[in-house]
């Protein structure tokens, strides 16, 4: 039988406040345990809410981004349950007036195609603190630091069908968050993480399969390979004439597989009601219309016009687009040299092989746009040749220099296009090669094209890589074709 | 049959309870696993008895407040707060400073910083 | 000293006729002398209070003084105190040192107020009768064999027996104005928003109110000046300006509507309560008032509709006692579930289980529309039936409970307790204003039986008028000068 997956994503952004969403306590990483958990996270007896006004205009940010509806009335609910990290024994979220409503984000798939993933609605949250395990005794340690820390929870539609796509999309929204500034994205700090929704259903059915809920998967990969798996699973059960149940499971990365988490099983009943020391949001459309014109250039906007104005590639624009700093890398070489084509092929080429193999973020990049670009014009106004302008890069990158100009000037690369000099050289070569001279004019005439390399590398080798290489093929063209 | 119903020692009656003109409607009548299942929730141990104890008097309360279904509120709005205002917009600002020691002063167990609890298994 | 206002108090350190260090001495005296009998008081500050005794004269020889400095009083054990035990009544809080202040806190202290302790109350203020305390009854100081009402009886009975001459209570369904009836002195509920809320140990988050409790409505006045008024902590707390509550104490009534509504004076309603208010009443007539019956149709839904909304947010509110960060935890818990279960079930009281879970059943799925929704729905015509009345009248009249102070131990069962709230509880669902005042007597016995209160509500923040109707009132009669056989004998 042929199985077709469905997938839906929950993604929570811990949004880029510098207090928490009830309280003024500092959202700062990796402080001393509970140094940032003040009288609000801590839940102490008599304390009392009060909404931080970033948390909710990064939240509509979000919204516009994604084309979604903004209800003029949001309303924060209460979520009932007991857990060591969740101090006043519930959270508060938006349960059933959230403040962003359905939206959609356009993912782009490996082949260069589009897709549009359907949101279903985000809503704010607080975070919970952390356990942590380490052994007190048999106890484990609460701190409650990132209690309040503002979440905004992305519930996406059941749209996705693979888990490139689910990657696609949680990559889309990484990038969505992370242009707007509304979060750092940080998934190795839990910036941003990530539960799944998988079933799996006969192709052709209309109803959907009984789903799995994968928590905390936190990485593009792990999310990848969680569905994987998960996908396997569920077939295997299913062609074997089983039943999936509906549970949460967790993904282990060490043993690349998902398994039961029956502990937290327990039939849940969150008993969501209004939070009643928080009053309904409500947000008038010149607040909107002013978050509206604030919005930066958002990656889809961005990958048309790179397309359409300044004529790259689909692939070169998405690629270019992908994150923001990649972006602004990319903007800053272009106005720095001038050719857009010039400036993507050396950013993605040169730059990002030489950031890859360092395991390097293109913000730590050590030769800065600008230089880069100077770099690229060197090229274009024929100062120096490609293959000069490759051990100019890497003279950058290693810091023998501050610009590419020193560089030329230190090394001696400036490119000889004083036709003389060049002629010199050419008869030069061709005086101490008369056997591939005797070749070349024995040889018929469609072949000699192929044999002139071998003069070309002699004289570019006498240039030391100086000599303009179309100078040099020209040349060499006209004084041997005389000789025939 | 809720305020009007069997007598409950006569300084435990409450005199002015004919006065509620209430018909009798039940959602549904509260039983012993209801009580379990809600203790549970709350994670209020209760033992058997003490459970069967709250049963007698939930099911009054709830007897009590059954009433409401005699009130027709079709398209009534629902009221969460007396006042109609909307929620104010604190600057995001960062205004607290570590006060650790003193709020885990009242606190049963501490170890390095941390508020120990039983281990938590995930 | 023990038998004067506020306002006469003021007068006298103002005057120099004593000093605040020597009033707080008196009063300290005479709590440690009577407060064993009425049990009135959780925590006595003895030191705290010398202390700020002692900076309030300072400030007076400095001509700083405003008009409550070195005032004494003593604040509901609902609210914060840093420092200072903060127990809300119960043995989950009974080693509870609030590492804070309560707005309301903040504000007495900074005007110069001389607290002298922590009052009893029922456990997290669920109660009418503070016979839900962890730290045993309260009695009513015209008759140790009578409830001082609740929750907030022990800071009534606290004023009524002389020890303080007001004190701070909270109202969630009638928890100030009840005891305060019940104890014979004045207590206002103001509207829901005009008192911060921060600090206060939370019952009902959308009921809970702050107010003063006092000899008289003109006491009352000078503190709600002191702890109105917007808190941004709060975002329940209203921006609204504040009034000086004292200037229209006195303004003329003539001309003034007063509604009677229909519902408050049915069937239940004890005869001798009944004819004190009528006397009341008879009293602004002479006045200048004129009188007119009114109806709040679903007023008798108002007590079903707050067992729905007042349990369900208590539920919530009192899920952070967990025996985790603060509070009372079992000893040597087995697990997670061991320490949760037993930590709450050996900290919390009967009525406050008995709340948790009702709250807990009337949201869990499957009941949340009928027992929730529906009883917000209702809030909402309980609401619309007083907006509709202030359309018509200025203030409303009734009593504040159907019978005077009932005798400690006679209500067991908890229906017929709560429904000892009839008259009260729908202001909270409505977030309207309203006082007691005392205006008479009943029971017969001992001497002159038990206090009867006179319930004045107006639209919202009508607080200045209400305080000066029962002001007005309190010119023309005597009940609030009264004083307990026990406070008097004990002089």
Redesign the interface.
């Given at each position: 039988m042929q199985w077709e997956t469905v997938i839906g994503l929950e993604v929570h952004v811990q949004l880029a406040t510098q207090s928490k969403i009830f309280s003024g306590a500092s959202t700062a990483f990796g402080a001393e345990p509970n140094t940032q958990a003040c009288?609000v996270d801590?839940?102490?007896?008599?304390?009392?809410?009060?909404?931080n006004e970033a948390a909710v205009a990064m939240a509509v940010q979000f919204g516009l981004a994604i084309h979604a509806e903004i209800p003029e009335v949001s309303v924060f609910d209460?979520k009932?349950y007991?857990y060591?990290d969740l101090?006043?024994?519930?959270q508060t979220s938006q349960m059933y007036h959230p403040i962003v409503g359905a939206g959609e984000v356009e993912i782009t798939l490996e082949d260069g195609s589009t897709k549009r993933v359907g949101v279903h609605h985000a809503h704010l949250e607080e975070d919970a603190g952390k356990s942590l395990h380490e052994d007190f005794h048999g106890m484990t340690g609460?701190d409650l630091n990132r209690a309040g820390t503002p979440l905004l929870e992305i519930v996406s539609e059941p749209d996705m069908r693979s888990a490139k796509e689910a990657a696609a999309y949680l990559k889309a929204i990484h990038s969505i968050v992370t242009y707007l500034g509304i979060s750092d994205g940080n998934m190795a700090e839990g910036s941003m993480r990530c539960d799944v929704n998988v079933s799996v259903r006969p192709e052709g059915q209309e109803s959907f399969g009984t789903r799995a809920e994968i928590k905390n998967v936190n990485s593009f990969r792990f999310v990848e390979r969680a569905i994987e798996f998960e996908v396997e699973r569920q077939i295997e059960l299913l062609e074997d004439g089983g039943e999936v149940i509906q549970e949460t499971r967790l993904f282990d990365p060490e043993r690349d597989e998902t398994r039961s988490m029956r502990t937290k099983e327990e039939a849940n009943?969150y008993?969501?009601?209004p939070c009643?020391?928080?009053?309904p949001v409500v947000l008038d459309a010149a607040y909107v219309d002013h978050l509206r014109e604030a919005l930066p250039e958002l990656p889809d906007e961005k990958r048309a016009r790179f397309q359409g104005e300044l004529g790259l590639s689909a692939y070169d624009a998405g690629v270019l687009s992908a994150s923001r700093a990649m972006a602004e890398y990319f903007e800053a070489v272009k106005d720095a040299c001038g050719d857009a084509k010039q400036a993507a092929n050396w950013v993605q080429g040169e730059l990002s092989g030489a950031l890859n193999r360092e395991g390097l973020a293109i913000t730590d990049s050590p030769v800065s746009a600008r230089q880069l670009g100077e770099l690229i014009g060197r090229v274009i106004d024929d100062t120096i040749n490609g293959k000069a302008a490759k051990q100019v890069f890497q003279a950058l990158w290693h810091g023998e220099g501050d610009s590419a100009d020193a560089i030329i000037e230190a090394k001696g690369l400036k490119q000889v296009t004083d036709t003389g000099a060049i002629e010199a050289m050419i008869d030069r070569v061709i005086a101490e090669s008369p056997a591939q001279v005797a070749q070349y004019r024995d040889a018929e005439p469609e072949k000699r094209g192929k044999m002139i390399g071998y003069f070309v590398g002699q004289v570019m080798k006498a240039s030391r890589g100086t000599a303009n290489p179309q100078q040099v093929n020209q040349l060499l063209k006209e004084k041997l074709d005389a000789l025939c | 049959m809720p305020?009007h119903g069997p007598a409950?020692?006569a300084?435990?009656?409450?005199?002015?309870?004919?006065?509620?003109?209430?018909e009798d409607i039940r959602?549904m009548a509260?039983e012993h696993a209801?009580?379990l299942?809600?203790?549970h929730?709350?994670?209020?141990?209760?033992s058997e008895d003490d459970a069967a104890h709250?049963l007698d008097?939930?099911g009054?309360?709830?007897e009590?407040?059954?009433?409401?279904?005699a009130?027709d509120?079709e398209g009534?709005?629902?009221?969460?707060?007396?006042?109609d205002?909307t929620?104010?917009l604190?600057a995001d600002e960062v205004t607290e400073t570590d006060?650790r020691d003193?709020?885990q002063?009242?606190?049963?167990?501490v170890e390095q910083g941390l508020?120990l609890?039983?281990?938590?298994v995930e | 000293m023990h038998d004067k206002t506020l306002t006469e108090l003021a007068a006298c350190l103002a005057a120099g006729e004593f000093t605040s260090r020597e009033l707080t001495e008196s009063l300290l005296a005479r709590i440690d002398r009577l407060d064993g009998e009425i049990n009135s008081l959780i925590t006595v500050t003895p030191d705290a209070a010398r202390e700020a005794a002692d900076r309030a004269d300072a400030a007076r020889a400095k001509g700083e003084a405003g008009p409550l400095t070195g005032l004494p009083l003593a604040i509901k054990d609902l609210?914060?105190t840093d420092g200072v035990l903060?127990t809300?009544g119960s043995r989950m809080?009974a080693?509870?040192?609030?590492?804070?202040d309560?707005s309301v806190v903040e504000r007495l202290k900074a005007a110069g107020t001389v607290s002298l302790g922590k009052t009893n109350l029922d456990e997290f203020a669920m109660g009418s009768s503070n016979e839900n305390s962890h730290f045993g009854p309260v009695k009513n100081p015209w008759d140790l064999a009578a409830v001082p009402g609740g929750s907030s009886g022990g800071s009534a009975a606290a004023v009524a027996a002389g020890l303080v001459p007001a004190a701070m209570g909270t109202d969630t369904g009638g928890s100030i104005r009840q005891p305060a009836a019940f104890c014979g002195i004045t207590g206002l509920k103001p509207?829901?928003?005009r008192v911060s809320?921060?600090?206060?140990?939370?019952y009902?988050?959308?009921?809970d109110q702050a107010g003063p409790m006092a000899r008289t409505a003109e006491d009352c006045a000078l503190l709600l000046n002191a702890i109105a008024g917007h808190d941004?902590?709060?975002?329940?707390s209203?921006?609204r300006g504040v009034p000086d509550y004292t200037e229209e104490l006195a303004a003329p009534l003539s001309g003034l509507k007063i509604g009677l509504p229909r519902e408050y004076f049915?069937?239940?309603?004890?005869p001798e309560v009944e004819s004190a208010v009528r006397e009341a009443v008879k009293v602004y007539e002479s006045l200048g008032a004129t009188v007119r019956e009114v109806s709040l149709p679903?007023t008798?839904?108002a007590?079903?509709?707050y067992?729905?909304i007042a349990p369900?947010?208590a539920?919530?509110n009192?899920?952070?006692y967990?025996?985790?960060?603060?509070?009372?935890?079992c000893e040597a818990?087995?697990?997670?579930?061991?320490?949760?279960?037993?930590s709450?079930?050996e900290g919390?009281g009967e009525e406050v289980?008995?709340r948790?879970?009702?709250g807990?059943?009337?949201?869990?799925?499957g009941?949340?529309d009928?027992?929730?929704?529906?009883?917000?729905?209702?809030?909402?015509?309980i609401?619309q039936d007083f907006l509709d009345a202030f359309e018509e009248v200025d203030v409303l009249m009734g009593p504040a409970s159907?019978?005077p102070a009932f005798?400690l131990g006679?209500?067991?069962?908890?229906?017929?307790m709560?429904?000892?709230d009839?008259y009260t509880i729908a202001v909270?669902?409505?977030?309207?204003p309203g006082i007691s005042v005392p205006a008479g007597f009943a029971g017969g016995r001992p001497a002159e039986g038990r206090p009867v209160g006179l319930q004045i509500l107006g639209t919202?923040f009508a607080e200045a008028r209400l305080l000066n109707v029962a002001h007005r009132f309190q010119q023309a009669t005597d009940w609030h000068l009264r004083r307990p056989a026990f406070a008097e004998e004990n002089a």
């Amino acid at each position: 039988m042929q199985w077709e997956t469905v997938i839906g994503l929950e993604v929570h952004v811990q949004l880029a406040t510098q207090s928490k969403i009830f309280s003024g306590a500092s959202t700062a990483f990796g402080a001393e345990p509970n140094t940032q958990a003040c009288a609000v996270d801590l839940g102490l007896p008599g304390v009392l809410p009060v909404l931080n006004e970033a948390a909710v205009a990064m939240a509509v940010q979000f919204g516009l981004a994604i084309h979604a509806e903004i209800p003029e009335v949001s309303v924060f609910d209460r979520k009932n349950y007991f857990y060591p990290d969740l101090p006043k024994g519930y959270q508060t979220s938006q349960m059933y007036h959230p403040i962003v409503g359905a939206g959609e984000v356009e993912i782009t798939l490996e082949d260069g195609s589009t897709k549009r993933v359907g949101v279903h609605h985000a809503h704010l949250e607080e975070d919970a603190g952390k356990s942590l395990h380490e052994d007190f005794h048999g106890m484990t340690g609460i701190d409650l630091n990132r209690a309040g820390t503002p979440l905004l929870e992305i519930v996406s539609e059941p749209d996705m069908r693979s888990a490139k796509e689910a990657a696609a999309y949680l990559k889309a929204i990484h990038s969505i968050v992370t242009y707007l500034g509304i979060s750092d994205g940080n998934m190795a700090e839990g910036s941003m993480r990530c539960d799944v929704n998988v079933s799996v259903r006969p192709e052709g059915q209309e109803s959907f399969g009984t789903r799995a809920e994968i928590k905390n998967v936190n990485s593009f990969r792990f999310v990848e390979r969680a569905i994987e798996f998960e996908v396997e699973r569920q077939i295997e059960l299913l062609e074997d004439g089983g039943e999936v149940i509906q549970e949460t499971r967790l993904f282990d990365p060490e043993r690349d597989e998902t398994r039961s988490m029956r502990t937290k099983e327990e039939a849940n009943d969150y008993r969501y009601f209004p939070c009643p020391d928080l009053l309904p949001v409500v947000l008038d459309a010149a607040y909107v219309d002013h978050l509206r014109e604030a919005l930066p250039e958002l990656p889809d906007e961005k990958r048309a016009r790179f397309q359409g104005e300044l004529g790259l590639s689909a692939y070169d624009a998405g690629v270019l687009s992908a994150s923001r700093a990649m972006a602004e890398y990319f903007e800053a070489v272009k106005d720095a040299c001038g050719d857009a084509k010039q400036a993507a092929n050396w950013v993605q080429g040169e730059l990002s092989g030489a950031l890859n193999r360092e395991g390097l973020a293109i913000t730590d990049s050590p030769v800065s746009a600008r230089q880069l670009g100077e770099l690229i014009g060197r090229v274009i106004d024929d100062t120096i040749n490609g293959k000069a302008a490759k051990q100019v890069f890497q003279a950058l990158w290693h810091g023998e220099g501050d610009s590419a100009d020193a560089i030329i000037e230190a090394k001696g690369l400036k490119q000889v296009t004083d036709t003389g000099a060049i002629e010199a050289m050419i008869d030069r070569v061709i005086a101490e090669s008369p056997a591939q001279v005797a070749q070349y004019r024995d040889a018929e005439p469609e072949k000699r094209g192929k044999m002139i390399g071998y003069f070309v590398g002699q004289v570019m080798k006498a240039s030391r890589g100086t000599a303009n290489p179309q100078q040099v093929n020209q040349l060499l063209k006209e004084k041997l074709d005389a000789l025939c | 049959m809720p305020m009007h119903g069997p007598a409950r020692g006569a300084s435990d009656m409450v005199p002015f309870a004919a006065c509620f003109p209430f018909e009798d409607i039940r959602i549904m009548a509260l039983e012993h696993a209801d009580v379990l299942r809600a203790a549970h929730l709350a994670r209020l141990g209760l033992s058997e008895d003490d459970a069967a104890h709250y049963l007698d008097d939930l099911g009054r309360i709830l007897e009590m407040v059954d009433q409401l279904q005699a009130l027709d509120t079709e398209g009534v709005a629902p009221l969460a707060h007396p006042l109609d205002a909307t929620q104010r917009l604190r600057a995001d600002e960062v205004t607290e400073t570590d006060q650790r020691d003193r709020f885990q002063r009242c606190a049963p167990a501490v170890e390095q910083g941390l508020y120990l609890v039983p281990r938590v298994v995930e | 000293m023990h038998d004067k206002t506020l306002t006469e108090l003021a007068a006298c350190l103002a005057a120099g006729e004593f000093t605040s260090r020597e009033l707080t001495e008196s009063l300290l005296a005479r709590i440690d002398r009577l407060d064993g009998e009425i049990n009135s008081l959780i925590t006595v500050t003895p030191d705290a209070a010398r202390e700020a005794a002692d900076r309030a004269d300072a400030a007076r020889a400095k001509g700083e003084a405003g008009p409550l400095t070195g005032l004494p009083l003593a604040i509901k054990d609902l609210f914060c105190t840093d420092g200072v035990l903060t127990t809300a009544g119960s043995r989950m809080l009974a080693n509870f040192v609030a590492p804070y202040d309560a707005s309301v806190v903040e504000r007495l202290k900074a005007a110069g107020t001389v607290s002298l302790g922590k009052t009893n109350l029922d456990e997290f203020a669920m109660g009418s009768s503070n016979e839900n305390s962890h730290f045993g009854p309260v009695k009513n100081p015209w008759d140790l064999a009578a409830v001082p009402g609740g929750s907030s009886g022990g800071s009534a009975a606290a004023v009524a027996a002389g020890l303080v001459p007001a004190a701070m209570g909270t109202d969630t369904g009638g928890s100030i104005r009840q005891p305060a009836a019940f104890c014979g002195i004045t207590g206002l509920k103001p509207t829901y928003g005009r008192v911060s809320r921060w600090g206060i140990i939370a019952y009902a988050s959308s009921l809970d109110q702050a107010g003063p409790m006092a000899r008289t409505a003109e006491d009352c006045a000078l503190l709600l000046n002191a702890i109105a008024g917007h808190d941004l902590r709060d975002s329940t707390s209203v921006a609204r300006g504040v009034p000086d509550y004292t200037e229209e104490l006195a303004a003329p009534l003539s001309g003034l509507k007063i509604g009677l509504p229909r519902e408050y004076f049915g069937d239940g309603l004890d005869p001798e309560v009944e004819s004190a208010v009528r006397e009341a009443v008879k009293v602004y007539e002479s006045l200048g008032a004129t009188v007119r019956e009114v109806s709040l149709p679903h007023t008798h839904y108002a007590i079903p509709a707050y067992y729905v909304i007042a349990p369900a947010e208590a539920s919530a509110n009192l899920s952070r006692y967990d025996g985790v960060r603060f509070g009372h935890r079992c000893e040597a818990p087995t697990d997670l579930i061991d320490l949760y279960e037993r930590s709450r079930a050996e900290g919390f009281g009967e009525e406050v289980k008995r709340r948790i879970l009702i709250g807990t059943h009337t949201l869990s799925e499957g009941f949340f529309d009928a027992y929730y929704k529906k009883a917000q729905q209702v809030r909402r015509l309980i609401r619309q039936d007083f907006l509709d009345a202030f359309e018509e009248v200025d203030v409303l009249m009734g009593p504040a409970s159907p019978t005077p102070a009932f005798d400690l131990g006679a209500r067991k069962d908890p229906v017929s307790m709560y429904l000892q709230d009839i008259y009260t509880i729908a202001v909270n669902l409505a977030g309207i204003p309203g006082i007691s005042v005392p205006a008479g007597f009943a029971g017969g016995r001992p001497a002159e039986g038990r206090p009867v209160g006179l319930q004045i509500l107006g639209t919202h923040f009508a607080e200045a008028r209400l305080l000066n109707v029962a002001h007005r009132f309190q010119q023309a009669t005597d009940w609030h000068l009264r004083r307990p056989a026990f406070a008097e004998e004990n002089a």
